[in-house]
């Protein structure tokens, strides 16, 4: 008798539902749905839970959508829980209804964990007003072992690095969260804020930038003889060639002007072309060059003339070096 009332009070106890939505998830396992009822812990709270098992049967995920009265609470309207395969919160997706989204600037968040438990790095995703009012879409904190901030990386938009010649920035704070230095970044290589002037975008129909001209400061003319340069980018973004343009104090120095540099889908080099001055021509006897790379080695020089070929000649061990042009960057 006492073991039937225990049954009828575990039933009371817990009412909610759970019904099977897939079979077969990308886990391996099943994906289950779990409503809550009045009874059930976490009723005010939760309107439902999904649990997507693996093939053993173990919850590798959890999505969780919350009560308008929790979200007014918390912030966030929806959860997800990931896990390793010891049950381990690995991170957890946080969804922010759009009123709050719209008053803090983001829309989504990603929290990493480590085995301990503790947060290791946060990511936040902007909104398109924010995004196009401060210039980055994405933003990455990282902590230390005492979960306190230590680095931040901010993620440009297209339209802002095309502007500002840079499409990644990081700062790094002190103990006490106070930043300490700052460092920008354009496709991985370092610049700083002050070497780039001016940058125009170009983008294509479906909103994707094929060319970036950038007009550098007299800071960067000063150290590399170049005042403009404009990169292409095939349609999945890769860089396909850059042309450099050189200051007029460069070109009666050095003799040449100009230059387009072309690169293969692994970012290599496999062609130079170098002008020169009108001056340097007439005393040379060519006014442009094509240097031919292999493996970013260059093996072949040809020298031309009003676009006429004067010279042909392969590069020895012994003169396999960058030209001088293409070394300042």
């Not at 230095?181 to 940058?199: L, T």
């Amino acid at each position: 008798m006492s073991f039937c009332f225990l049954l009828l009070l575990t039933q009371a106890a817990s009412a909610e539902k759970q019904k099977i939505i897939s079979e077969m998830n990308e886990y391996g396992g099943k994906s289950i749905e779990i409503t809550k009822e009045k009874v059930d812990y976490g009723f005010g709270d939760i309107q439902k839970e999904i649990l997507f098992n693996d093939s053993n049967g173990t919850a590798i995920r959890k999505e969780v959508f919350f009560t308008d009265k929790f979200t007014r609470k918390n912030g966030h309207n929806r959860e997800i829980d990931y896990f390793d395969g010891n049950g381990k919160t690995t991170k957890i997706e946080y969804f922010y209804p759009d009123k709050l989204a719209s008053e803090e600037g983001y829309y989504r968040q990603i929290d990493y964990y480590d085995n301990d438990g503790k947060m290791i790095k946060e990511e936040l995703f902007y909104t398109p007003k924010f995004s196009s009012e401060k210039g980055f879409d994405r933003s990455m904190v990282y902590f230390d072992s005492n979960e306190k901030k230590v680095r931040g990386e901010m993620f440009c938009t297209d339209k802002f690095a095309g502007e500002k010649g840079y499409n990644m920035a990081i700062e790094y704070y002190d103990d006490n969260g106070n930043k300490t230095k700052k460092e920008y970044f354009n496709f991985g290589k370092p610049v700083s804020e002050e070497d780039v002037n001016r940058g125009v975008a170009l983008r294509d129909n479906s909103g994707k930038v094929t060319k970036n001209e950038f007009i550098y400061t007299d800071r960067v003319l000063n150290e590399n003889e170049s005042n403009k340069s404009t990169n292409y980018y095939d349609s999945d973004g890769k860089l396909t060639r850059r042309e450099v343009l050189y200051s007029d104090k460069n070109a009666n120095d050095s003799g040449y002007n100009r230059e387009i540099d072309y690169y293969d889908g692994d970012g290599k080099t496999t062609k130079i072309e170098i002008f020169y001055t009108k001056v340097f021509a007439e005393k040379n006897g060519f006014d442009s060059v094509v240097i031919y790379y292999y493996d970013r080695t260059p093996t072949r020089v040809e020298k031309y003339m009003d676009k006429k070929l004067v010279r042909n000649s392969f590069v020895s061990d012994k003169q396999n070096k960058q030209p001088y042009s293409s070394r300042t960057r």
